[in-house]
């Protein structure tokens, strides 16, 4: 078996096992195509090529946990830069109207602490980041259509519970 080959066969495997270990699509197709290096590299050193997917997935693994490691010893800054950026800047901001959104947002919360995490994210993703539909259903990898109906049926229910806090 050439090294394309294997390349093609075992890809989905591999892509799958850093994905788990990873949980961010690019960053795993990143581990992918390093752990196929790394492969390449040694690819002299594997005795046995039924055992290929094994050794891939071993490789993979290794280089996601390599690679999860280092981020999290890169993520010590304290501060994004646009804040650093920001810092001695006179704030134009109403304090009132932040601490209004701030109850407004516990509120939503604490009415959708049952809601399922799908209803959650697709309301957070809408309402909070302001995405459109069709930008949440690629994101999600869903059809524009579910994304609207599920928005709408998470929208109608939370607007139900608050019709119920408001009234009472």
């Known amino acids: 078996m050439d090294f394309t080959t294997l390349y093609k066969v075992h890809y989905d495997r591999v892509f799958y096992v850093s994905f788990a270990v990873i949980r961010d699509r690019q960053l795993a197709e990143d581990n992918v195509q390093e752990t196929f290096i790394k492969a390449y590299k ?4 594997l005795e046995d090529i039924e ?3 094994a050794w891939l997935c071993i490789i993979a693994t290794r280089t996601a946990i390599d690679f ?8 010590g800054c304290p501060m994004e830069l646009d804040v650093l950026d920001s810092l001695g800047k006179e704030a134009g901001h109403n304090v009132l109207a932040e601490v209004e959104a701030k109850l407004l947002k516990d509120l939503l919360d604490e009415k959708m602490k049952d809601f399922s995490k799908e209803d959650k994210k697709l309301i957070v993703l809408k309402m909070e980041k302001g995405l459109k539909e069709r930008e949440i259903a690629k994101a999600l990898e869903l059809n524009p259509a579910t994304v609207k ?3 709408h ?3 109608r229910k939370l607007k139900e519970r608050m019709a119920v806090e408001l009234s009472a």
Do not use: H, M, Q, Y
């Open 153 to 155: 049926r998470a929208r």
């Open 51 to 53: 055992k290929a997917g």
């Open 68 to 75: 999860v490691r280092r981020e999290r010893k890169n993520k």
């Open 149 to 151: 109906s599920k928005i």
């Open 42 to 45: 040694k690819w002299d050193s």
